[in-house]
């Protein structure tokens, strides 16, 4: 390491006194790089549609330098997506978050632990499904559906939501169950 120059050094007199520690920089702004990543993180986990990079930047709070930098290491790890060039615009890439939930079920649960929770999930929807006498929560007409049972089309439009959630919670049990899967619970709580 190289000795800082002698005009950066502090002299006799200035090392005789103590440091004003409440002039220094507060560490949380030193390590602002990471702050700003998780801005751009949020920013663009909340695009609905595509946008352009000066969008995103306005989400993040940052400039749009530091936009273009993140977007394009997101693009490298696969959380967003660029749609177009010009304008360059950035979507998320939805595939990137249900692989990052699949990761999170095969961490936090054993294989045992997953395949109960898909029997229990299965069994709402075979519950949903007598209920409204469907195959499918797309087959539910809503409006036609609260008149015949008496409720509300708010309570039966929550109920359709409800299984619609469960069939896709079924969905990633299911695929976090078999995607590399060894097996065994020992495994599964080693990763």
């Known amino acids: 390491m190289d ?6 050094k502090a002299d006799a007199d200035e090392r005789a006194e103590s440091p004003d520690f409440e002039s220094l920089t507060p560490p949380r702004e030193l390590v602002r790089g990471e702050r700003t990543r998780d801005d751009f993180f949020d920013a663009v986990l ?3 549609s595509p946008a352009t990079i000066s969008d995103i ?7 749009t330098d530091a936009a273009r930098e993140y977007l394009e290491w997101f693009e490298r790890m696969g959380i967003a997506t660029q749609v177009t060039e010009s304008p360059a615009t950035y979507e998320r890439n939805q595939e990137y978050l249900r692989w990052r939930r699949i990761q999170r079920l095969r961490t936090q649960y054993t294989t045992d632990e997953l395949l109960e929770y898909l029997s229990a999930e299965t069994e709402r929807d075979e519950e949903y499904a007598d209920r409204f006498d469907v195959d499918s929560p797309d087959a539910v007409s809503i409006t036609a559906h609260a008149s015949e049972v008496d409720r509300t089309v708010e309570d039966v439009w929550e109920d359709v939501t409800a299984w619609q959630t469960t069939r896709r919670r079924i969905a990633l049990l299911e695929r976090a169950i078999t995607t590399g899967s060894g097996g065994s619970s020992e495994e599964r709580t080693a990763v």
Do not use: V
Not at 3 to 8: G, I, M, V
Not at 57 to 63: L, N, Q, S, Y
């Open 3 to 8: 000795e800082p120059r002698s005009d950066l």
């Open 46 to 48: 909340g695009l609905d």
């Open 57 to 63: 930047a306005d989400r993040a709070g940052h400039g």
